[in-house]
């Protein structure tokens, strides 16, 4: 009897401390701390074609952090067009293990996989930066032009830099 009752007990405490130790593990790793994490800015751009505003054009935002999120906003009559803030919850940011960087990705759909990109950046820090901010805020895409490859530094980082492919000016 009394060697069942030890069993017993020893099956639990196995439990019990397989459980804390997993959980620990996890809170410690960030596998289930999820937290709000900002995908993008608000955007504002103008759409233009030699100098000229382009109307009733779709632009496309898509924004991958492991998952694509993508949303899209039709030029107006000056060629205008916005996008909200993009957040999301998740266990990214916190988890140790997960060094996984975030695109985001403004275009014109034209048949191919990248489209006609105005706005092409992969951050991997400084992801909620009021560099970043103060760029997507003010965009002006001129599709008749070449794209150019721009290195801009982060104001909170001087070290550090974005690099920005696309047909907007910086």
Same mark, same amino acid.
Request: with cysteine; proline share 5%.
């Given at each position: 009897m009394l060697s069942r009752f030890k069993a017993y007990f020893l099956v639990i405490a196995a439990i019990i401390i397989i459980f804390t130790t997993t959980q620990a593990c996890a809170d410690m790793f960030g596998f289930f701390n999820k937290q709000d994490f900002v995908l993008s800015a608000p955007v504002k751009g103008q759409l233009l074609d030699k100098g000229q505003p382009v109307a009733n054009t779709k632009v496309v935002r898509s924004l991958t952090y492991g998952d694509e999120y993508k949303d899209e906003a039709i030029t107006d009559d000056n060629g205008y067009f916005t996008f909200t803030e993009k957040a999301i919850k998740t266990g990214k940011p916190s988890n140790m293990f997960d060094n996984e960087s975030l695109i985001q990705h403004i275009y014109i759909e034209n048949g191919t996989p990248e489209g006609i990109v105005l706005w092409y950046l992969t951050v991997s820090m400084h992801e909620?930066?009021?560099?970043? @901010?103060?760029?997507?805020?003010?965009?002006?895409?001129?599709?008749?032009?070449?794209?150019?490859?721009?290195?801009?530094?982060?104001?909170?980082?001087?070290?550090?830099?974005?690099?920005?492919?696309?047909?907007? @000016?910086?």
């Open positions: 909620d930066s009021d560099t970043l @901010k103060d760029l997507l805020a003010d965009l002006e895409c001129d599709i008749a032009e070449e794209p150019q490859t721009y290195d801009i530094p982060i104001e909170e980082a001087q070290e550090h830099f974005f690099t920005i492919y696309g047909a907007c @000016k910086i």
